[in-house]
């Protein structure tokens, strides 16, 4: 007879302490090579897209560290280390967010780390290297900074907000509504920002440094870890029509639960 499956057992808040700890030793890595690499290590993937060695390092140690901690798990990361796909739980990772700022030497850049458990995220851990700080949260948690709680902010209005967005750097298909999106927050909020890293956009709205953020043309592995930590700091996501294909849909909506009705009206007359 068949031994029946037994779904396994994790301990979400110490796997969450083990990912940190896995991530900060990799952003050391990462932080330390900045000054040892050319010009002659960067490959191109695209004019805009680029990785070195770091990166492809970075995700060897990173699936390496996650195949122990968690045996049987399947990953989608960026640089394709490892391809497999387990059934349960998947791993989502991006060894280095941001890595034009981290070639040409500016902030922010990250390591973003996301398990999903069938189709729910359950823990993210995003790590910004330069300013050593560490966002976690994972299903059930309140969202951390560096052992502190964080919430999103209170503001409710586009004329008490700060908004941040991502400028495409491959597909150019919604680049007038782009900047017609972009003209009205100009006009009308606090101002913009474009920091270069996706995860560190989503982290800095679920620490309220940030009211919204969104960009097209993103890959899962940008906002993974994001998700979790905007949500359990009190945020809320959505895709540009107000759905939940933001994971893999390639768009997000992030922002605090007070603002975001009319956030997303914005965004949605602009680029839905």
Known sequence: MTTPFIPMEINLELLCTQVQELARKVGRFIFDERLKFTSEDIIHKGKSD???????????????????????????????????????????IDPLDGTTNYIHGISPFAVSI??????????????????DEMFYAWKGSKAFLNGQVIEVSKAATTADSLIATGFPYYDFSKLDNYMQAMNFFM?????????????????????????????????????AAGIIIVKQAGGKVCDFNGGENYLFGGEMIACNASYFDEFYRIVNKYLG
């Open 114 to 131: 996301a398990l999903m458990e069938d189709k729910e995220i359950v823990l993210g851990v995003i790590y910004e290297i330069s300013l």
């Open 187 to 223: 006009r009308n909020s606090h101002g913009m920002r474009r920091l270069g890293s996706a995860a560190a956009d989503m982290a800095y709205v679920a620490a309220g440094r940030f009211e919204g953020f969104y960009e097209h043309a993103l890959h899962s592995w940008d906002v």
């Open 50 to 92: 680029m990785v070195t060695y770091v990166d492809k390092t970075a995700e060897a140690r990173i699936v390496e560290a996650l195949r122990e901690l968690l045996t049987d798990s399947g990953f989608i990361a960026e640089e394709g280390t490892a391809q497999e796909n387990g059934e349960k739980y998947r791993w989502v």
